[in-house]
């Protein structure tokens, strides 16, 4: 597909039609998201029952406002997206939702209550970061106009990246430098909005620098390597990777962003040789930190030798990793039942462990069907890049896509000893305010996409 | 770009793949081996939710979990703590239980396979668990008899019952209060531990089972079996009785503990050589027998194995390969030779009984919380080491010496005591450790009773055993038989 084509104009879309068509997809859409809120609501019913043995009216109305509000962005969809995708709705509705149950169950193991508390806290980010889903739906009416700010969005993703590196404003919470503080109220992680700014950004470079990028080059091996001066962007990426490691010392964040690069890299020119440069810059960059950086290496002992005593009574060591092991063991096949583990024994057990928590309380049958909502949605998102029918629009589609895939990986591949424990939020359910609202403007903007599929002419399918 | 996309469709769903199994290892294939790691918080809290069961004495507890208003729902505490600390243990926050309490956890969490029925019956009448009880087979009138006679020293009271091997008492001093090892509080538990562990008298070990000693002379009743039951020998065998002896191929040199010769004139019988205690003779027997034979009888006794009561006893020993010299010296029951209390009670106790040695148990009855009983043990034989004959014969001994012998100390008006009593060095200036093992009454054996001083009784190389072991064993069989 040419240049040309992945601008052209936004189909027409008359009201009339709109007037005519049984909305098909929006009633489907309606009927699982309010089965999606009887499930939260179920599930805050039985931590209550669970944990605190009665009944509490105040969380059931917060989240009963919250369910108001996931129905109001339905409602919006009807009027400016009424062909988008039906699932990612309910999708993203049913994990915010248990997630607010599982921070909300820990809560009262801790005996905290009150608007101080994490589950309130995150059941009022939640509708900001909704509220922040309707927005986007408002003002983006067509994709393709983020194709115009590619270059802006990537200075923005590379600003907000480097936000927690100034002083005063930065804060450094449990090792990284992550977090951007506002007063003493509200931190912010302005790398879970980076994530989107540069997943727009590199789907318009990519776009339009795709042909330099695949069709010159070197032959060797049989493979098409880059001219060098064609190196640049790949660079640059693996640059601001490798100063994240190093200066904001999180390695999840920086394997995400150089996994979301790479992906879309061999998306747009299809050449493997990209995937192979870049992995082995990665992989020799994460080497060379390994054994200059203590964390790093730590991460690494912690992962291939988690049992043994002294990594586990280490400082730094594996405890942690081995209590959400623990944890997970406790729940077995079919889990403990909501409020009857002991999630809390694990250290962090509402953000990065909050899938070891899910683990224990609703066994591997609950973590299965979690994984199989991510994979679900992940899989709409790919759908949209299969079905699209402008470049642009389908990178961004499978980029913002993938960026989820990728992040789950990252984080319940680390609690599981998959891969080295690296701190990354788990999408949707674990607290934090960036990380939800990142997420849900993820939504919105997978949402706006697949209206846009669904609405161009059915030419091939 | 779409062969592209279904390439990375495929990673993606590698990605989720790898995911999927992870949990399934740890969730599934790992679990019961995360669980059971000891530094699984979640498996010990657990073990709290269930009402423990108690360990009953004559239906008496004397551990017991009482309801607490923190975390653990449930406070283990112990009657009478000193007296039965060596046979409940204790049940920590933060470690690894001990005594009964491990050796029976499952039991008494309800966790047993022979408790399934009740844990699903529970759960459908909507029952709270509870584990099951424990009665055990102390007489209490044992146990306090002989908590009192053992006094102060640092040592333990074994009482069985020989014709079943029933644990009657099982003293072990100095002891402990298990009750400060189960507050719930990781500081107090802490600190208590180690100001246990500190003191040099290790009074957290269990010396009846777990103390291994040096058995000296009462290890020649294995070696008198060995030469009555090999047939080469009677009691009135006689052996050359010199004042000191030295074993072929050395120069280092026995001597009795009198320092003088066994007895008046040129030889000695073996019936006096036991009744005095003598170290010669018994060297000159062990070495013409050889060590295999004193071996092979002191395993038929138990000696070179654990047992199980359930708690684990230490192995006591009988060691291999031995030359003359240390054969001789083994035959008196030195060169590390060892034995637990508990082992010179199955000695005794399998004379008494007729020769055939009987496991020793400690576990009665298994009881579900509705009282019936889950299971019973039986009285279990291990084998016979002796026929009825030896055994007559070696009582007939032991009654001699307790009348007119070495261990005179043990004697009651009334009542015919066999018993043999015992000195062993532990190095050239450590202090003796002090036995008396024996039975009561002598022709219808009801209690068989292995005493046990260690580091001297206090009085270092001067006390011995008829001086200060046999008193206790005495003092113990006049409560236990009314006299």
């Known amino acids: 597909m040419s240049k040309a084509s992945a601008l052209s104009a936004q189909p027409a879309t008359g009201p009339v039609r709109r007037l005519h068509l049984p909305q098909k997809l929006r009633n489907l859409e309606l009927f699982l998201v309010l089965i999606a809120c009887f499930i939260n609501a179920s599930a805050v019913v039985l931590v209550q029952l669970g944990a605190l043995g009665e009944l509490d009216p105040t969380l059931m109305l917060l989240g009963a406002g919250l369910s108001v509000l996931v129905i109001s962005l339905h409602v919006v969809l009807r009027f400016v997206a009424r062909d988008a995708d039906p699932f990612i709705l309910p999708i993203a509705t049913v994990l915010n939702g248990i997630g607010i149950a599982m921070i909300y169950r820990i809560d009262i193991a801790n005996k905290q209550g009150g608007w101080e508390s994490a589950a309130v806290r995150q059941t009022v980010w939640s509708a900001l970061a909704i509220f922040s889903a309707i927005v986007v739906?408002?003002?983006?009416?067509?994709?393709?106009?983020?194709?115009?700010?590619?270059?802006?969005?990537?200075?923005?993703?590379?600003?907000?990246?480097?936000?927690?590196?100034?002083?005063?404003?930065?804060?450094?919470?449990?090792?990284?430098?992550?977090?951007?503080?506002?007063?003493?109220?509200?931190?912010?992680?302005?790398?879970?909005?980076?994530?989107?700014?540069?997943?727009?950004?590199?789907?318009?470079?990519?776009?339009?620098?795709?042909?330099?990028?695949?069709?010159?080059?070197?032959?060797?091996?049989?493979?098409?390597?880059?001219?060098?001066?064609?190196?640049?962007?790949?660079?640059?990426?693996?640059?601001?990777?490798?100063?994240?490691?190093?200066?904001?010392?999180?390695?999840?964040?920086?394997?995400?962003?150089?996994?979301?690069?790479?992906?879309?890299?061999?998306?747009?020119?299809?050449?493997?040789?990209?995937?192979?440069?870049?992995?082995?810059?990665?992989?020799?960059?994460?080497?060379?930190?390994?054994?200059?950086?203590?964390?790093?290496?730590?991460?690494?002992?912690?992962?291939?030798?988690?049992?043994?005593?002294?990594?586990?009574?280490?400082?730094?060591?594996?405890?942690?990793?081995?209590?959400?092991?623990?944890?997970?063991?406790?729940?077995?096949?079919?889990?403990?039942?909501?409020?009857?583990?002991?999630?809390?024994?694990?250290?962090?057990?509402?953000?990065?462990?909050?899938?070891?928590?899910?683990?224990?309380?609703?066994?591997?049958?609950?973590?299965?069907?979690?994984?199989?909502?991510?994979?679900?949605?992940?899989a709409r998102g790919f759908r949209i890049g299969f079905a699209g029918q402008d470049d642009f629009g389908k990178l961004l589609a499978v980029g913002l896509a993938f960026v989820v895939a990728l992040q789950c990986f990252i984080v319940i591949g680390g609690v599981t000893r998959v891969i080295p424990l690296t701190g990354l939020t788990t999408p949707f359910l674990a607290a934090g305010g960036s990380s939800l609202v990142a997420n849900w403007i993820i939504a919105a903007l997978l949402l706006r996409l697949s209206d846009t599929v669904r609405n161009q002419p059915r030419l091939v399918v | 770009m779409n062969r592209e996309l279904k390439r990375v469709s495929i990673v993606v769903m590698l990605m989720f793949v790898a995911l999927l199994g992870s949990t399934s290892v740890v969730q599934a294939f790992q679990a019961d081996n995360l669980s059971a790691d000891p530094r699984n918080t979640r498996t010990l809290y657990d073990s709290y939710q269930v009402e423990r069961g108690a360990i009953l004495v004559k239906g008496k507890p004397i551990a017991q979990s009482m309801p607490a208003d923190d975390d653990f729902k449930f406070l283990r505490t112990y009657t009478n703590p000193e007296l039965y600390a060596p046979i409940t243990g204790y049940i920590p926050i933060n470690g690894e239980p001990t005594g009964l309490e491990f050796a029976l956890n499952s039991e008494l969490t309800g966790a047993s396979n022979s408790q399934f029925f009740d844990k699903i019956s529970a759960l459908v009448t909507g029952q709270d668990p509870k584990g099951a009880a424990v009665e055990v087979t102390i007489d209490p009138v044992a146990q306090q008899a002989a908590w009192d006679a053992l006094g102060d020293y640092t040592g333990s009271v074994v009482v069985t019952e020989p014709a079943t091997g029933r644990i009657l008492a099982m003293v072990s001093k100095p002891s402990f209060n298990p009750n400060l090892l189960t507050v719930h509080n990781n500081a107090e538990v802490t600190a208590s531990y180690d100001a246990l562990v500190a003191d040099p008298n290790n009074p957290l070990i269990n010396r009846a089972i777990n103390s291994l000693n040096p058995p000296g002379s009462i290890f020649k009743l294995v070696v008198t079996t060995a030469a009555l039951e090999s047939g080469n020998y009677t009691p009135e065998s006689t052996f050359l009785n010199p004042s000191v002896y030295t074993a072929p191929g050395t120069t280092s040199v026995?001597?009795?503990?009198?320092?003088?010769?066994?007895?008046?004139?040129?030889?000695?019988?073996?019936?006096?050589?036991?009744?005095?205690?003598?170290?010669?003779?018994?060297?000159?027997?062990?070495?013409?027998?050889?060590?295999?034979?004193?071996?092979?009888?002191?395993?038929?006794?138990?000696?070179?194995?654990?047992?199980?009561?359930?708690?684990?006893?230490?192995?006591?020993?009988?060691?291999?390969?031995?030359?003359?010299?240390?054969?001789?010296?083994?035959?008196?029951?030195?060169?590390?030779?060892?034995?637990?209390?508990?082992?010179?009670?199955?000695?005794?106790?399998?004379?008494?009984?007729?020769?055939?040695?009987?496991?020793?148990?400690?576990?009665?009855?298994?009881?579900?919380?509705?009282?019936?009983?889950?299971?019973?043990?039986?009285?279990?034989?291990?084998?016979?080491?002796?026929?009825?004959?030896?055994?007559?014969?070696?009582?007939?001994?032991?009654?001699?010496?307790v009348q007119d012998g070495a261990a005179s100390n043990a004697r009651i008006d009334g009542v015919d005591v066999a018993g043999k009593t015992g000195t062993a060095q532990n190095g050239s200036t450590d202090p003796f450790t002090l036995w008396f093992t024996g039975f009561a009454p002598a022709n219808d054996p009801q209690y068989a009773i292995t005493v046990l001083v260690e580091n001297g009784g206090g009085e270092g190389q001067t006390g011995f055993g008829n001086k200060l072991a046999a008193p206790v064993a005495k003092k113990v069989l006049e409560a236990v038989l009314n006299k």
């Open chain 1, 137 to 378: 739906l408002l003002v983006i009416r067509n994709h393709r106009v983020l194709f115009r700010y590619t270059y802006i969005a990537g200075l923005v993703g590379v600003l907000l990246l480097f936000l927690p590196l100034i002083p005063g404003l930065g804060q450094e919470i449990s090792g990284a430098r992550v977090w951007i503080h506002f007063g003493s109220f509200a931190t912010f992680q302005p790398g879970e909005i980076a994530k989107i700014a540069l997943a727009v950004f590199f789907a318009g470079y990519l776009v339009r620098n795709r042909d330099s990028l695949s069709m010159v080059g070197k032959k060797i091996f049989g493979a098409r390597f880059p001219r060098f001066r064609d190196l640049g962007p790949i660079l640059v990426v693996w640059a601001l990777s490798m100063s994240v490691i190093i200066f904001q010392r999180d390695l999840g964040t920086a394997l995400l962003y150089f996994g979301l690069f790479l992906v879309m890299l061999y998306l747009a020119t299809g050449r493997l040789s990209w995937v192979i440069l870049g992995l082995g810059l990665f992989l020799g960059g994460a080497v060379i930190a390994s054994q200059t950086l203590n964390y790093v290496n730590g991460r690494f002992t912690n992962w291939l030798d988690a049992l043994n005593p002294d990594v586990y009574n280490a400082k730094g060591g594996s405890f942690q990793l081995v209590q959400g092991l623990f944890g997970l063991a406790k729940g077995g096949l079919l889990g403990t039942g909501w409020g009857q583990g002991r999630p809390e024994i694990t250290p962090v057990p509402q953000s990065d462990y909050i899938i070891a928590s899910l683990g224990e309380e609703l066994g591997l049958a609950g973590l299965f069907a979690i994984l199989a909502l991510y994979l679900l949605f992940v």
């Open chain 2, 254 to 401: 026995i001597e009795n503990s009198s320092g003088g010769t066994c007895g008046a004139g040129e030889t000695v019988t073996l019936a006096t050589a036991l009744r005095l205690s003598c170290n010669i003779p018994f060297a000159e027997l062990g070495v013409e027998m050889g060590d295999t034979t004193i071996r092979e009888t002191a395993e038929k006794f138990g000696f070179n194995s654990t047992h199980s009561i359930p708690m684990t006893v230490s192995e006591s020993t009988y060691p291999r390969g031995l030359d003359d010299p240390q054969t001789a010296q083994s035959a008196f029951g030195q060169f590390n030779v060892t034995a637990t209390p508990l082992q010179m009670a199955m000695v005794s106790g399998a004379i008494a009984n007729g020769g055939v040695v009987m496991a020793p148990n400690l576990v009665q009855e298994i009881l579900a919380p509705n009282l019936s009983a889950i299971q019973t043990f039986e009285a279990t034989e291990l084998g016979r080491v002796m026929s009825e004959e030896t055994a007559a014969t070696i009582t007939a001994m032991m009654v001699n010496g």
